[in-house]
Every structure is written in C-alpha cells, then in structure tokens.
C-alpha cells in the first residue's frame, strides 16, 4: 500500500522531471552575469549562477543518466569559464547571452528534449 507522504513525494518527483533545463541554465549564466555586473558583487552573482545550476542538476539528475547529467554540469562551468576570456574578445553581455544560447541548447537537445510529457 502506496501512503500518502509516499505518493506526493512522487508525483513532486515527476513533475521536476518535467521541468525545462535549457531556460534554467540560461537564465542562470544570464542573471549571475546580471547581478554581479549591476551591483558590482562577483560572490553574489555567483551565488545567483549557483542556484539556478544547482537546480538544473536536481531536474536533471532525476531525469537523465549520469552521464548526461555530468555532461551537462560541466558544459555550463565551461560556459562560465569561456564567458570571461571571450567577453575581452566581443563584450561582456554579448559573450554570456551567447555561451547561454549554447548551454540551452545543449540542455534542450541532451535533456529537454526528452523529458516525459505532460500526463
């Protein structure tokens, strides 16, 4: 017999699977960018990018292999990482929306695309 704590830790369960990654990541290469630049505070925009990529993680870790899911870890910190050195090349802004288009990508095609459909 299925309780009750039970079945609402699985339907949380399936409806976190269901969640999107790729706005997720993006948003979170994006807004740490965003925070540390308007208030002139790295560790807090890095905490911003910390969160969102701690969450992609949780949704995809529930969802996909380990394999996938360490692929996509360590696209988003190579993302972070390219952001910097490519920024001295094109701008600040536009080197993050641009490795944030890629890492959603990456997202939408190894995890997202994937997902189970809404039941």
């Given amino acids: 017999m299925v309780t009750h704590s039970e079945a609402r830790n699985r339907r949380a369960s399936e409806a976190l699977a269901r969640v999107p990654t790729a706005p997720l990541a993006a948003a979170g290469l994006i807004g740490g ?9 790295r560790p807090l925009g890095g905490a911003v990018l910390a969160v969102f990529g701690l969450s992609c993680v949780a949704v995809s870790s529930r969802r996909d292999s380990r394999r996938v899911t360490a692929m996509l870890t360590a696209a988003g910190a190579l993302a972070f990482g390219v952001s910097h050195p490519l920024g001295h090349a094109i701008g600040a802004w536009p080197s993050v929306l641009a490795v944030s288009a890629v890492t959603a990508a990456l997202c939408w095609r190894l995890s997202d695309s994937r997902r189970p459909a809404r039941a």
């Fill in 33 to 41: 960018f965003g925070v540390a630049d308007a208030s002139g505070s």
